[in-house]
């Protein structure tokens, strides 16, 4: 009795919703067709190693408005967070290569997590697309330190074994640290802690001897003369802090491991991909909005292409190499 | 002093333009909706508005984050009450009466107790903020890994304040807890521990997880069991009135939880779980009736509450006092500050003053839009507890793991919480307190982390622990919170005795 209440009316309508919904679904399928050719033509998904509010994220946060002012689709920010980040690294790198998925990662944190942690990734195979952030490594003091200047505190730290807080074993901090103080024969109780605030606190507070940490963690502390810096780790005077001295300028002949955050993509991105992320990141690099935005957070910014950011990369990871013996040893279980 | 006193009032003046209230409303709300949900806080919430404030005004841009900042809280102890589901892990000790609160048809009386939590909590702790942080700063600043370590052990000593009653079974859950807080990644010598070659467990475990499973989810397979009604009693007796009565009467407990909330609050080494759960606990140890909180105590709401609400405050002492943030969630606020040109520091209120004092004005006024919205809403809210159970269980269950989902979008976490609340269901079954598990898992990490750095800055000398007279005070305190429950015994055993002499023929 109540089939036959199904009347035509009702399979019209069937009818017509079928139609309407074939109609919708050849659109769909249709439209990102058409616009295939021309990259991107859909929104791209961008991973960050670590969780919303950390500086990785907070620098993609900034950038984002801008790439896609310049590529004129969404990018879609995605934090996998986990494992230091080799988690991120091990979904991205087997990605489809199509320029729709990247991954914001640091440096060296990347060459580290693959070479000490045994990450099931390899640094140099990911697509290097570009490298908008850096960040400095400094040593610091507290503000009423005994330590004049870096020849004071060597003098001083000659023949002691002073403690300095690092905010992770391993860490760029870590690696710039043991470099220096095998440089200039000093011994040193290295301190990990959570981080480079945790790091500074304790610095401050005076339970280590001093701090080296990435500047960006120490910022509000510096302008808030808490902390002073002795000296930073680069090749070029930061900026930022024109005032402090770099290893050339205190006659060390040592290598600095630079700290930087880029994006790249799976293995293979075919050139043309990469070439038009590339022009986005260049644009927002040289757009005054950007930059001026940049100054105000006191981020740094060193613009490097794909090929220089792909040369920087390796050039750490030959040193990370070269340092493998040393630091597993400092991670292995004491006995 | 005159030129002091103008940046004050159009500090003031700035927080009343009709923008700064709209973004103080807009931030108030976005900040209770992160904290109803689990996985989601204050940190995220904030992280994922900052693209949209780059080009305003920074005070404007600091009101809505500090109203996120504030009051998520409120949004967490909302659910922490009526569903036993924490929106964030520094609810979790609200959970402890108010829930029961709820069971007994009193959710409409805690929620009175949370929102006027926030209005005295977030207003003391405005005050102190505004007079004392570079005092309360600087003292925060003599805690090094000696004395951090030796507050965890003082807080795990006071769970002997908790598991009065069935001591064993308190001790075998805290060392559970202790044991959880070993898995995965060491921060301190790098290595992994526990994982067996399983790559989710390379990191410390979560929080989340770990409390919505052993509260949520194990009340969700009990209420399922049960059927009836959340209010078991079938109807709704407290008002919001009497929350806000009861709330008055407990002045001993509210200074404490203060004192313990602002404190902790601004060491950047324990956050609000920890200050919650030590006023509860301080509460319990200190109440005449001991064995009448987890059932419903009033006192059990208004101890985490008032120390949670003055915490987030507390965290901002050394924040901007020092530019050294009290918590992590802290640390994102103060990089918003600094990408919005007000740089903290004790030079900030010269350079910045007017943005800094419509900040703290806002802040006390996010307070009371909190409270408002508190004592409006509870009473709907309050009757989810008349839902039946068949009705209420599968929706608390999908919040449930969709907010353990959240925090990573992993769904190993999901999985995870779900064996977290089977634990806790058969924890509950054999008379196990679940509380001494997450304090062990809270508490374990800063002591165990914080314990292997001061003995690599004294060189594996124990004399470090008892050094400074903060690290002599700490260790005095845990000894006698540890003692102290024998001590009770043997007075009381004194005294009936003494009792028994005199009325001796």
Redesign the interface.
Known sequence: MKKGRIGTKDVRKANLMALATALVVTVALALPASGADKFPSNPIKLVITH???T?N??EA??A??FLQKYLGVPIVI???????G??SR?FVIKEKPDGYTLLSTGMPSCQIGEI??KGRYQTLSFTHIYSLFSESTALLVKSDSPFKNMADFVEKAKGK?L?CAVP???STAHLNGIVLTRYLKLNT??????GG??A???M?????DYVICDTGSA???L????ARPLMIFEDKRDPRYADVPIQKDLGYNVDTIPSLRGVVGPPNVPADVVNILEAAFIKSAQDKDFLA?AE???VKITARDAKQFFAVSKSIYDEIKAEEGNLSA?????K | MTDHWSLVVSGITLAFTLKNILALILGTVIGIVVGVLPGIGPTAGMALLLPMTFGWPPATALILMGAIFFSSNFGGSITSILINAPGDASNSATMMDGFPMTENGRGNEALGISATSVIVGGGVGVILLVFTAPLIAMFALRFGPAENALLAVFALSIIAAMVVGSPVKGLISAGIGLFLATIGYDGVSGNIRFSFGVPYFEDELQLIPVVVGMFAVSQVITMGEEGGTIAKVGKLAGSLMEGIKSYARHPATILRSLGIGVFIGALPAAGRVTSSFMAYADAVRSSKNPESFGKGNPEGVIAPETANNSCAMGDLIPTLALGIPGSTAAAVFLGIMIMHGVVPGPRAFVDNGQVLYALLTSLVLVTVVVFVFGISCSGYFARLSLLSNEVIVPYILIFSLLGAYAIRNSFADVLLTCFFGLLGYVMKRFGYNPVPLILGLVLGEMAEKNFRRAMIVSDGSYSIFYASWIAKILLAMSLLSIIYPYLKVLYRRAGRGRRHVFSSP
Request: glycine share 14%; no cysteine.
């Open positions: 969780a919303a509010g500086s994220d907070v946060r900034t984002q408005p995605e934090n996998m967070v986990g494992t230091g080799r988690k091990e000490l942690f074994t403690s992770g074993v391993g109780k290295w301190v990990p802690f959570d605030t945790e500074l606190t304790a401050a507070g005076g339970h280590v910022t509000a502390m302008q808030g003369k808490v935005l105000k957070a006191k400092m991670v292995k279980p004491e």
